[in-house]
């Protein structure tokens, strides 16, 4: 059931000086079920994808109408979970390896018939014997490069024209004698970026093998730098009769899994292991496993698929690991996809750490954007308003900013009438600030995309001295929510931080605005929403802005270079994973980290051009930002011992731009519209933003005012808003709604104000 709460809240000024109170109407919904949860394994389906479609020409130039999965034997996906690859080891009636499409993404449901497929150890390689049946299958990271091992340990390297394509005259293409011999028959792994390989030998007291490769993926590069039993990582013998099937790591390399099968007595088992340093298998420390003996439901075909006579080969997972799939042979044939309870999570769950901390860093530097954007946006209404006698301003702003993938896609700004009164005779100005934001943040090599949500709200006070001169205070409490993609992680942050600012001007034409803040942090680390560990955090910050003002002609240029750089200290804190399901924690020490930005640009607007039904001004804006934040190491560790993660900067290079207009009628109505783009220039952060706001309003007289605002790259959002003074109260309406969105979402506030 979903409930949709609607608020009207009540806004009073009070007394000289203008002392704002405002009520809030503050509903939470608690989740205080704390029990346990233990790792499931859900059965989505037992696939058998039906044949061909109905035949094809396979790589070798014949045609082939045979079953997509024949004694099956293993694997793997595309780099984005649209195709499907099966290795097949019945070569006599079917090929070697089938390929299917999935119309959903990992989704085995989802497959087509076969369309392609072939034998590239015999078409391409010529090999024969023993050399024929394949094990194992992998790809580089964009489909150019194919590793098929075989039953006798060697690795056959194919070169691939058109990625991860098996179709006849393709132009897979292998150098004769490139493949190595690694021994006896085994499973493939590489890590992420291809500078190491893994070789897990079968049978007879298996081995792990780990290489490093100095070009990526170059098999032939490779230094054997580690050999381990592992007999000894399952702290059991193992015999002839117990066979490695299936290897893999997650998408970190901080867990990786094992699959033996055991054919005395007839049951399979996932190992899991936890290491201490990515992709290091010497740091790997056993965590628990799963029986796979519990027999797997029914299939397309078959009646039955119980425990007798089972054979699993195979262990694969989905990009984001919310699926695990076992590939089922005995004469079943069936590749069994499973849902897990917790992403990669087979035996226990394992916190994704270096994604937590790149979350609790890109927080701590949210909160310093915000408090300084919303202090230097005061500084422009200072310096726009100079001549003012009343520099009170209350209003509140809302926007929409993606700092990595550039989606700064909604700006709009309402703000509440003034009731202006000869009888206030003081100094000093009162201000209110609101801000909202909503950041999506791609992936890297090292963390996972997240979205983040922004709020706060910010009461200040500043007095002029002099004749340019600014000095004031400001207070702003803010809530951050942080939700890690591809992750049963999040978090929350709570700050509250005071601002000392000032301006100083030598001149008309020049000035300098500098900020000092000092916050607390309250960061509550989440999993699946329930609560698994706290942290508190203090920070300081500072900022420096300098600005000119030039005319040239009708254009008012105000070039500006900006500084900020700030310290935060965050506490030691335990991540309890093992109070909400069966994981692992995580011990975090303390750590003191720094933040910095330094930008140049410049702002600029021309005079407004008159016409016979108003007027028109042009304005806009254009800045190149750095971030010049060090990289920072931060420690922590759990079962697999003491370990460190490193956390540096997302995109050092940045532009933002932005250009618009601005109608003002005769008759009371307004419109105008901006385009702005935000732009990441490092070479692997090349996502932007392309935004549009489009804003209509309407004054009626001296005490209404009507505004519509709409904004069709945020699912079409659309705000009507009203604002009535009534004997000295101003009464505000709004309402938005979305017109795009699959579950509309609108809502109405009203708001009462009056100064006295």
């Given at each position: 059931?979903?409930?949709?709460?609607?608020?009207?809240?009540?806004?009073?000024?009070?007394?000289?000086?203008?002392?704002?109170?405002?009520?809030?109407?503050?509903?939470?919904?608690?989740?205080?079920?704390?029990?346990?949860?233990?790792?499931?394994?859900?059965?989505?389906?037992?696939?058998?994808?039906?044949?061909?479609?109905?035949?094809?020409?396979?790589?070798?130039?014949?045609?082939?109408?045979?079953?997509?999965?024949?004694?099956?034997?293993?694997?793997?996906?595309?780099?984005?979970?649209?195709?499907?690859?099966?290795?097949?080891?019945?070569?006599?009636?079917?090929?070697?390896?089938?390929?299917?499409?999935l119309s959903t993404p990992y989704d085995l449901r989802t497959a087509s018939r076969v369309f392609e497929g072939g034998d590239p150890i015999i078409d391409i390689a010529g090999g024969s014997?023993?050399?024929?049946?394949?094990?194992?299958?992998?790809?580089?990271?964009?489909?150019?490069?194919?590793?098929?091992?075989?039953?006798?340990?060697?690795?056959?390297?194919?070169?691939?024209?058109?990625?991860?394509?098996?179709?006849?005259?393709?132009?897979?293409?292998?150098?004769?004698?490139?493949?190595?011999?690694?021994?006896?028959?085994?499973?493939?792994?590489f890590n992420n970026d291809g500078t190491k390989m893994y070789f897990v030998h079968g049978?007879?007291?298996?081995?792990?093998?780990?290489?490093?490769?100095?070009?990526?993926?170059?098999?032939?590069?490779?230094?054997?730098?580690?050999?381990?039993?592992l007999s000894a990582k399952i702290n059991s013998a193992l015999t002839n009769k117990q066979v490695v099937t299936g290897f893999a790591f997650n998408d970190t390399g901080r867990s990786m899994y094992v699959l033996i099968r055991d054919e005395k007595n007839n049951n399979d088992t996932i190992f899991q292991y936890q290491l201490r340093i990515a992709f290091d298998t010497s740091t790997a420390v056993f965590i628990g496993k799963a029986d796979l003996d519990f027999g797997l439901k029914v299939g397309t075909f078959y009646n039955n698929i119980g425990v007798v006579g089972h054979v699993f080969n195979g262990l694969i997972f989905s990009?984001?690991?919310?699926?695990?799939?076992?590939?089922?042979?005995?004469?079943?044939?069936?590749?069994?996809?499973?849902?897990?309870?917790?992403?990669?999570?087979?035996?226990?769950?394992?916190?994704d750490t270096a994604s937590n901390i790149g979350s609790q860093v890109e927080l701590a530097s949210k909160n310093i954007h915000h408090n300084t954007s919303n202090i230097f946006k005061r500084f422009e209404w200072l310096r726009r308003n100079k001549d003012s006698q009343n520099l009170s301003n209350h209003n509140i702003k809302f926007n929409i900013y993606n700092p990595i993938l550039a989606s700064l896609v909604k700006k709009k700004q309402t703000s509440l009438k003034k009731n202006k009164s000869s009888r206030v005779k003081t100094n000093w100005s009162y201000w209110s600030h609101g801000d909202i934001s909503f950041t999506d943040q791609a992936s890297t090599y090292q963390?996972?995309?997240?979205?983040?949500?922004?709020?706060?709200?910010?009461?200040?006070?500043?007095?002029?001295?002099?004749?340019?001169?600014?000095?004031?205070?400001?207070?702003?409490?803010?809530?951050?929510?942080?939700?890690?993609?591809?992750?049963?992680?999040?978090?929350?942050?709570?700050?509250?931080?005071?601002?000392?600012?000032?301006?100083?001007?030598?001149?008309?034409?020049?000035?300098?605005?500098?900020?000092?803040?000092?916050s607390i942090l309250r960061i509550d680390q989440k999993f699946k929403g329930k609560l698994t560990g706290e942290r508190n955090g203090k920070q300081?910050?500072?900022?420096?802005?300098?600005?000119?003002?030039?005319?040239?002609?009708?254009?008012?240029?105000?070039?500006?270079?900006?500084?900020?750089?700030?310290?935060?200290?965050?506490?030691?804190?335990?991540?309890?994973?093992?109070?909400?399901?069966?994981?692992?924690?995580?011990?975090?020490?303390?750590?003191?980290?720094?933040?910095?930005?330094?930008?140049?640009?410049?702002?600029?607007?021309?005079?407004?051009?008159?016409?016979?039904?108003?007027?028109?001004?042009?304005?806009?804006?254009?800045?190149?930002?750095?971030?010049?934040?060090?990289?920072?190491?931060?420690?922590?560790?759990?079962?697999?011992?003491?370990?460190?993660?490193?956390?540096?900067?997302?995109?050092?290079?940045?532009?933002k731009g932005n250009i618009g207009f601005e109608s003002i009628f005769n008759n009371g109505f307004t419109f105008s519209i901006n385009y702005e783009r935000l732009q990441h220039l490092d070479k692997d952060r090349s996502g932007r933003t392309d935004s549009f706001l489009f804003k209509i309003g309407h004054t009626d007289g001296e005490d209404g005012e009507f505004a519509l605002i709409y904004n069709p790259i945020q699912n079409d959002q659309t705000e009507l808003s009203y604002t009535k003074n009534i004997n000295g109260f101003d009464l505000k309406i709004n309402s938005n709604y979305s017109l795009a969105s699959n579950i509309p979402d609108y809502g109405a506030n009203i708001e009462v104000s009056s100064t006295f």
């Open positions: 059931m979903k409930f949709k709460k609607n608020f009207i809240d009540l806004k009073y000024g009070v007394l000289k000086p203008k002392i704002f109170i405002i009520l809030f109407g503050l509903f939470f919904l608690f989740n205080t079920n704390l029990s346990i949860a233990e790792i499931v394994f859900t059965q989505e389906v037992a696939a058998r994808p039906d044949h061909v479609e109905p035949s094809y020409t396979n790589l070798g130039g014949t045609a082939s109408n045979s079953d997509a999965l024949e004694r099956p034997q293993g694997g793997t996906f595309n780099d984005n979970g649209t195709l499907v690859f099966f290795l097949n080891n019945r070569i006599d009636h079917t090929d070697q390896v089938t390929v299917m499409r014997g023993d050399s024929r049946v394949t094990l194992d299958i992998d790809f580089n990271n964009d489909g150019t490069k194919l590793f098929l091992t075989a039953l006798t340990g060697e690795v056959f390297p194919f070169d691939l024209q058109i990625p991860y394509s098996f179709a006849f005259n393709s132009g897979m293409s292998f150098t004769a004698d490139s493949e190595v011999d690694l021994g006896a028959r085994g499973e493939l792994e049978q007879d007291n298996p081995t792990l093998d780990e290489y490093t490769l100095t070009t990526a993926f170059d098999i032939s590069s490779r230094t054997l730098v580690n050999t381990q039993s990009g984001d690991g919310s699926k695990m799939y076992i590939i089922n042979d005995s004469g079943q044939d069936h590749a069994h996809q499973l849902s897990l309870s917790c992403n990669f999570g087979v035996a226990a769950c394992v916190p963390i996972k995309p997240k979205k983040i949500r922004t709020s706060g709200l910010m009461f200040g006070g500043d007095r002029k001295f002099g004749v340019n001169n600014f000095f004031g205070a400001a207070i702003r409490y803010g809530k951050d929510n942080a939700k890690i993609l591809s992750s049963n992680q999040s978090m929350g942050t709570d700050s509250l931080t005071l601002n000392f600012y000032g301006t100083v001007a030598p001149s008309e034409s020049t000035y300098t605005n500098a900020l000092i803040g000092l300081a910050f500072a900022a420096l802005n300098f600005r000119s003002k030039n005319n040239f002609g009708i254009l008012k240029l105000d070039p500006s270079a900006k500084i900020s750089y700030g310290v935060t200290s965050l506490s030691d804190y335990t991540d309890f994973l093992s109070n909400v399901t069966t994981g692992v924690n995580d011990i975090h020490e303390s750590q003191m980290f720094e933040i910095g930005n330094a930008a140049i640009g410049f702002l600029f607007h021309m005079e407004p051009v008159e016409i016979d039904t108003g007027t028109i001004r042009t304005h806009g804006g254009l800045e190149y930002v750095h971030d010049i934040s060090p990289t920072t190491t931060f420690f922590h560790s759990n079962l697999s011992g003491a370990q460190s993660t490193k956390i540096g900067k997302y995109s050092s290079k940045n532009y």
